[in-house]
Antibody, heavy 121, light 105 residues
Framework: QVQLQESGPGLVKPSQTLSLTCTVS??????????WSWIRQPPGKGLEWIGY???????YYNPSLKSRVTISVDTSKNQFSLKLSSVTAADTAVYYC?????????????WGQGTLVTVSS | SYVLTQPPSVSVAPGQTARITCGGN??????VHWYQQKPGQAPVLVVY???DRPSGIPERFSGSNSGNTATLTISRVEAGDEADYYC????????FGTGTKVTVL
């Protein structure tokens, strides 16, 4: 059973960089069949996809966030990470990591439990 | 950008059928996935590729997709089905619907 677990600071100051890591267990992040994504959900609102990374390191970001987002992967640790720069209160959200099947625009079949990140001074 | 429109809320009595729509331009040409999210929990995939169910998801959950509308149908609704439901497609990026809150009366 694949499991994903987010970790990182729950509080970030405005203008600083949000950093989160997702640790994958029960399966290899180096499987060529999946993209590894970050998704967020502001309190009381809907889901927004942030971006994904392939095990090779290739990335693809939501154009609305592209200028501030960096996603990286560490296959030796079976982890991938998110950095979001120049954060504001609007970036306060629960951040999820998730796995998506590549073939035929597949679904997000496994999700982490999510971690709340609050942007506040 | 591609927009997926869902009704904000659907109310249904126990044992009845709930239908949640997801509207998008020519959505019938895309693979649609549906997620259930209960308060304080991560989303859970309940239907993928328009109408397939992951293992462990009851047969009461079914999906269809044609034209400009995809539909998630929950038959014989139970109290435990009360949750938010989101549709999702790929259109040059991953797009989620606006979400529908299902209330079991």
């Amino acid at each position: 059973q694949v499991q994903l677990q987010e970790s990182g600071p729950g509080l970030v100051k405005p203008s600083q960089t949000l950093s989160l890591t997702c640790t994958v267990s029960g399966g290899s992040i180096s499987s060529g069949d999946y993209y590894w994504s970050w998704i967020r959900q502001p309190p009381g609102k809907g889901l927004e996809w942030i971006g994904y990374i392939y095990y090779s390191g290739s990335t693809y970001y939501n154009p609305s966030l592209k200028s501030r987002v960096t996603i990286s992967v560490d296959t030796s640790k079976n982890q991938f990470s998110l950095k979001l720069s120049s954060v504001t209160a609007a970036d306060t959200a629960v951040y999820y990591c998730a796995r998506a099947r590549i073939a035929a625009a597949g679904p997000f079949d496994y999700w982490g439990q999510g971690t709340l990140v609050t942007v506040s001074s | 950008s591609y927009v997926l429109t869902q009704p904000p809320s659907v109310s249904v009595a126990p044992g009845q059928t709930a239908r949640i729509t997801c509207g998008g331009n020519n959505i019938g040409s895309k693979s649609v996935h549906w997620y259930q999210q209960k308060p304080g929990q991560a989303p859970v995939l309940v239907v993928y590729d328009d109408s397939d169910r992951p293992s462990g998801i009851p047969e009461r959950f079914s999906g269809s997709n044609s034209g400009n509308t995809a539909t998630l149908t929950i038959s014989r609704v139970e109290a435990g089905d009360e949750a938010d439901y989101y549709c999702q497609v790929w259109d040059s990026l991953y797009v989620f619907g606006t979400g529908t809150k299902v209330t079991v009366l």
